[in-house]
């Protein structure tokens, strides 16, 4: 039989991770622009185009100066951060679950969430400014990974499962850290606001905030996408990689430092927001498979719109906003023991 307009699986499956791919791009698109019009100031879909259109071009719009100072103000730098935040979470874990080849792992696996909420209390606990949180808080992030990767250095320096444990134990100390900072804060002012930031919220993120976080963020996702190939050579073991000519110990290097760059600036702006990099992975997998190249983009895609529909629950659904780590545990929860029979269920 002839076999021309067969097509091979391999080449279904890239032409079914593109469709995808391309129909996450759209709704991220049409999410981000419903997002900026929900608030007790609504906006229709096209009001939000035309303001932002008259924003870009200065062109003249329809619609009332209010429209422009919501958006600029409050609506646009909240969405965008959505975005960001959800795009790096996702990113990094995917990235660390295929470097690790293990489906628990997570952006903190290796202590960055609890080393940024332990330089955001100390901010707090200063009496720091905006600024000095987020720079206090990214600093903590990169300063608890770079004391995993310290540790384990001098214990077992090619050893995965050893790094592992090195987070957890730098993980541990954060946290000790910041419940004694916690302890020593006036409960009747500094308390709530150590709580109110580990808790996850992307209430106050204005554009400067953005400006940021952005080049950290760029410069770890665009690292992640040059790196996709021989990433992806590593979910055959580090062995075989070796044997293909992949420089494995500084590849895990580079991967650890683009993934921390991006957890750690999306940390300083939003909070500790739980459970995006370990859920929505398995989310893309479902939809574009395992392989790396596939899932990174899929997973950051899959992330932003994720975290924009939970940010438009928090401050839509409810009277009280709810800070966005609580319910992305609630929601994540169970949707994974949903994944993980799921799963069990195919073996």
């Given at each position: 039989?002839?076999?021309?307009?067969?097509?091979?699986?391999?080449?279904?499956?890239?032409?079914?991770?593109?469709?995808?791919?391309?129909?996450?791009?759209?709704?991220?698109?049409?999410?981000?622009?419903?997002?900026?019009?929900?608030?007790?100031?609504?906006?229709?879909?096209?009001?939000?185009?035309?303001?932002l259109?008259?924003?870009?071009?200065?062109?003249?719009?329809?619609?009332?100066?209010?429209?422009?100072?919501?958006?600029?103000?409050?609506?646009?730098?909240?969405?965008?951060?959505?975005?960001?935040?959800?795009?790096?979470?996702?990113?990094?874990?995917?990235?660390?679950?295929?470097?690790?080849?293990?489906?628990?792992?997570?952006?903190?696996?290796?202590?960055?969430?609890?080393?940024?909420g332990?330089?955001?209390?100390?901010?707090?606990?200063?009496?720091?400014?905006?600024?000095?949180?987020?720079?206090?808080?990214?600093?903590?992030?990169?300063?608890?990974?770079?004391a995993?990767?310290?540790?384990?250095?001098?214990?077992?320096?090619?050893?995965?499962?050893?790094?592992?444990?090195?987070?957890?134990v730098?993980?541990?100390?954060?946290?000790?850290?910041?419940?004694?900072?916690?302890?020593?804060?006036?409960?009747?002012?500094?308390?709530?606001?150590?709580?109110?930031?580990?808790?996850?919220?992307?209430?106050?993120?204005?554009?400067?905030?953005?400006?940021?976080?952005?080049?950290?963020?760029?410069?770890?996702?665009?690292?992640?996408?040059?790196?996709?190939?021989?990433?992806?050579?590593?979910?055959a073991?580090?062995?075989?990689?070796?044997?293909?000519?992949?420089?494995?110990?500084?590849?895990?290097?580079?991967?650890?430092?683009?993934?921390?760059?991006?957890?750690?600036?999306?940390?300083?702006?939003?909070?500790?927001?739980?459970?995006?990099?370990?859920?929505?992975?398995?989310?893309?997998?479902?939809?574009?498979?395992?392989?790396?190249?596939?899932?990174?983009?899929?997973?950051?895609?899959?992330?932003?719109?994720?975290?924009?529909?939970?940010?438009?629950?928090?401050?839509?659904?409810?009277?009280a906003?709810?800070?966005?780590?609580?319910?992305?545990?609630?929601?994540?929860?169970?949707?994974?023991?949903?994944?993980?029979?799921?799963?069990?269920?195919r073996?």
């Amino acid at each position: 039989m002839s076999a021309v307009g067969v097509v091979s699986p391999s080449a279904a499956g890239a032409l079914r991770a593109r469709t995808v791919i391309a129909l996450l791009l759209v709704l991220v698109a049409v999410a981000a622009v419903v997002s900026m019009g929900l608030g007790s100031y609504p906006l229709s879909p096209w009001a939000v185009l035309e303001t932002l259109w008259s924003m870009a071009t200065g062109a003249p719009s329809a619609q009332p100066p209010m429209a422009a100072h919501v958006l600029l103000s409050v609506r646009l730098p909240r969405v965008l951060a959505a975005m960001l935040v959800g795009a790096n979470l996702a990113a990094a874990g995917a990235a660390y679950q295929t470097l690790f080849r293990n489906p628990l792992a997570s952006p903190g696996i290796l202590g960055v969430s609890s080393g940024a909420g332990f330089g955001a209390a100390l901010a707090i606990l200063l009496g720091g400014g905006a600024l000095a949180l987020q720079g206090a808080a990214f600093a903590g992030g990169v300063l608890a990974v770079a004391a995993a990767i310290f540790v384990s250095g001098h214990l077992g320096r090619h050893s995965t499962l050893v790094l592992v444990l090195a987070g957890l134990v730098v993980s541990a100390l954060f946290q000790a850290l910041t419940s004694a900072l916690k302890y020593l804060a006036d409960p009747l002012d500094t308390l709530p606001a150590i709580v109110f930031w580990l808790l996850g919220s992307l209430t106050r993120v204005t554009l400067p905030d953005l400006g940021f976080a952005l080049p950290f963020s760029l410069l770890g996702m665009a690292a992640l996408f040059l790196l996709r190939w021989p990433t992806q050579v590593l979910e055959a073991g580090d062995d075989e990689a070796a044997t293909l000519g992949v420089p494995v110990r500084r590849l895990r290097l580079m991967l650890i430092a683009a993934a921390t760059l991006m957890t750690a600036a999306a940390v300083s702006i939003s909070g500790v927001i739980g459970w995006i990099g370990l859920l929505v992975p398995h989310l893309a997998r479902l939809l574009v498979g395992p392989a790396y190249a596939r899932l990174l983009p899929a997973s950051a895609l899959l992330g932003a719109l994720f975290l924009l529909l939970v940010d438009d629950l928090c401050r839509a659904a409810f009277a009280a906003e709810l800070p966005l780590g609580v319910v992305t545990a609630i929601l994540g929860a169970p949707v994974f023991v949903l994944l993980l029979a799921r799963t069990r269920q195919r073996a």
